[in-house]
């Protein structure tokens, strides 16, 4: 059964690895390129709806332009949609990425001067000159030299990384501290922690960690539902992205379960440990 999702095939074209898999009128290898904005929707169709997300910086594989649109096959996490052309540009050097949940990218190395654009946790810059205070951009402005990590150093504790997060609004198909889902959520943490992450529940359940049994859940576990999923921030404390909160938000384990259960959502289906 093939994965629409992350299978690079709309009718009109697909990846040349496909052919004779499904049909299309043309089969190519396609060509990268990079997003050049933070925060940047993914379509499930050109004007379509949000499926999900891309950072600043993100690498896609492109395989369509058509009607103003990106077809386009995400290299984090193989997604694959529609993206708004004009928001990606060729590949270039990046060095550092956005470590805090939010930044700010500045036209001059003082806190007093005018902003240029709002950062999130995850996007990706090339730096070329810091200060140890200010860290100058290639391609102009300024950020805090403190709200930067190497591409190379990651974190280490995603219950950390997971509590950097809290509050920020519910989004669906967002990852980002602008606005966030449950599994844009617990993608977004295990990506900023070196750990490779799929993008929907489904996917992450059944690709993440190892199962444990319900009763042994400890902190650090991924627990999930029928289409939900969380992080034990402590044994009975739950940290997740939810719609009933519009937010992201801590609360005793027990009563997420039963407002779950009894909204129709099931009983947990597994957890996982990283």
């Not at 200060?131 to 950020?143: I, M, S």
Request: aromatic share 8%; hydrophobic share 40%; glycine share 8%.
């Amino acid at each position: 059964m093939i994965d629409r999702r992350l299978t690079p095939a709309n009718r009109r074209v697909a990846a040349r690895y496909l052919r004779g898999k499904v049909k299309a009128k043309n089969f190519s290898i396609g060509f990268e390129e990079q997003c050049k904005e933070g925060v940047v929707d993914l379509l499930n169709a050109p004007n379509g709806d949000r499926v999900s997300q891309l950072c600043l910086g993100d690498r896609v594989r492109v395989f369509e332009r058509f009607g103003g649109f990106a077809y386009v096959q995400v290299k984090k996490d193989n997604y694959c949609g529609y993206i708004t052309e004009t928001l990606l540009e060729p590949c270039s050097q990046l060095s550092h990425w956005i470590c805090v949940p939010g930044s700010i990218l500045y036209s001059e190395a003082n806190f007093k001067k005018k902003e240029i654009c709002d950062l999130y946790f995850g996007d990706q810059v090339l730096v070329i000159n810091d200060d140890g205070t200010w860290a100058e951009l290639n391609d102009g402005g300024f950020v805090p030299s403190c709200h930067l990590k190497q591409l190379e150093i990651k974190f280490s504790d995603h219950v950390f990384v997971s509590r950097l997060l809290l509050n920020s609004p519910y989004l669906w198909g967002g990852c980002s501290r602008k606005g966030i889902d449950c599994s844009g959520l617990v993608q977004l943490v295990l990506h900023a922690c070196g750990i490779e992450c799929p993008r929907d529940t489904d996917m992450q359940e059944a690709a993440l960690g190892k199962n444990v049994e319900r009763s042994k859940a400890i902190k650090g576990d991924l627990v999930f539902w029928r289409g939900h999923v969380g992080v034990l921030i402590k044994k009975n404390v739950l940290l997740h992205a939810n719609a009933y909160h519009m937010s992201v938000v801590e609360e005793d384990f027990d009563l997420v379960k039963l407002r779950i259960e009894n909204s129709n959502g099931g009983k947990v289906t597994s957890v996982r440990r990283i």
